[in-house]
């Protein structure tokens, strides 16, 4: 045997030895067995709550969740395709011996029947015939708050209520003081639509009689 | 369970490495993980030792193994499962070093120093340890990683794979660490 060959023996003899005298000290050994007692335990006990709860439970769970989450969906969904109940704007007439005409203006979230109101439509229009040369015409009147709606009086000839979801509708002028009586001037267009609201320049003068 | 301990117990004979980490892995069972320990924990651990220190070697020889606890599915079958478990606890002992500042980074190419001074003072001075471990001791780390892989049974492609070397260094850092052996073994053979 050569010498290279001789001196390669030589270490790995050595290697051996040295080796053979350096093991994994036990008590390393000792703690990654029991690390892994441990980790084969809990993988134990994961695999014993499938089987105590079976799939059926997992797969129960899970729908109860999708079946949650899905509700919700929906809800968020539909929402905003919740109808809007839009206001219709409504005039409705009544009797009173003290005036010629009265006016119930209501805001309201039932559609009117065209059918029902036929009579007052023509009315308003054989009242409205007379004014047909202007888009909008202008009264005065006198405005009194009342318990749950306004009212405007025009002497005899008319008593006009307004309730007070309307009210919001109308351009009211910052002037409008519904406390106390107050002459104003109300705006209407040629379908007999209360517009806006504002004092008036000057009390109108009844005629009597 | 007894006898299917008793027969896992007495197959083992005939699995490899893989083939026991594949069983561990699929059935956390500790016999496999055993088994494993008693064919490569003292290697690993003497390769570490050898490297470092005794309590370093036992604190990366605990993290590479709980390695594998943690993260059954770490060792992806490119290379035996030995050399996968040197490379994780090489890169656990670099890490580990440089932690500690203990990290130097030696240049493998740079020509072998004269070892009538410095590597003989070394030995001087560890005249209490045993002449093997203090030659080894006086190698430089890379070159005396390389010759304890080899000697550990790596072929050339596997020591190169667990140092992320080409071969042709590993040979160089081989070549080297033989060398500085030789004279070493001559200069202490002198002495005494």
């Not at chain 2, 301990?5 to 069983?23: C, H, N, R, T, V």
């Not at chain 2, 740079?110 to 002449?131: E, G, S």
């Not at chain 2, 006086?138 to 050339?156: D, H, N, V, W």
């Not at chain 2, 071969?167 to 060398?179: C, M, P």
């Amino acid at each position: 045997m050569n010498r290279p060959d001789q001196f390669e023996q030589q270490l790995q003899q050595q290697y051996q030895h040295d080796k053979a005298r350096h093991v994994l000290p036990a008590q390393v050994k000792n703690a990654l067995l029991k690390q892994a007692r441990q980790n084969q335990a809990r993988q134990r006990h994961k695999a014993g709550w499938l089987c105590r709860n079976g799939w059926q439970g997992l797969w129960r769970n899970t729908q109860l969740a999708l079946c949650c989450a899905l509700l919700l969906l929906l809800g968020y969904l539909l929402q905003p395709v919740q109808p809007h109940s839009p206001l219709y704007y409504q005039i409705s007439y009544s009797q009173d011996e003290a005036y010629r005409q009265v006016q119930h203006h209501v805001a309201s979230n039932i559609r009117p029947q065209r059918q029902s109101n036929a009579l007052a439509q023509a009315q308003q229009q054989y009242r409205l015939s007379g004014e047909q040369s202007r888009a909008f015409y202008a009264q005065t009147g006198l405005l009194q708050q009342q318990q749950d709606h306004w009212q405007i009086k025009v002497c005899d000839e008319l008593l006009l209520t307004i309730d007070k979801q309307l009210l919001r509708q109308i351009d009211l002028s910052a002037d409008i003081t519904p406390q106390f009586a107050q002459w104003v001037e109300f705006t209407s267009d040629a379908a007999g639509l209360l517009i806006a609201i504002k004092p008036a320049a000057a009390p109108l003068h009844c005629s009597q009689g | 369970m007894a006898l299917s301990f008793f027969i896992s117990g007495f197959g083992s004979k005939d699995y490899s490495s893989e083939q026991l980490y594949a069983l561990y892995r699929d059935s956390a069972d500790t016999a496999f993980l055993q088994q494993l320990i008693t064919l490569h924990g003292d290697a690993l651990y003497y390769y570490l030792l050898r490297q470092s220190d005794r309590q370093l070697a036992e604190d990366i020889s605990q993290q590479c193994w709980l390695k594998l606890l943690e993260q059954p599915d770490g060792f992806g079958g490119n290379s035996s499962f030995k050399t996968w478990l040197f490379t994780v606890a090489r890169h656990c002992l670099i890490d580990e070093l440089r932690r500690r500042s203990r990290w130097l980074a030696e240049d493998i190419t740079a020509p072998l120093v004269d070892t009538t001074t410095c590597p003989l003072q070394q030995l001087n001075v560890q005249q209490q340890q045993q002449r093997w471990a203090a030659q080894l001791n006086a190698l430089p780390f890379l070159q005396r990683e390389a010759l304890m892989l080899q000697l550990e049974g790596f072929t050339l492609a596997q020591i190169s794979q667990i140092t992320a070397q080409g071969e042709e260094t590993v040979k160089s850092r081989l070549r080297y660490a033989k060398q500085m052996l030789q004279q070493l073994n001559g200069a202490s053979n002198e002495q005494a």
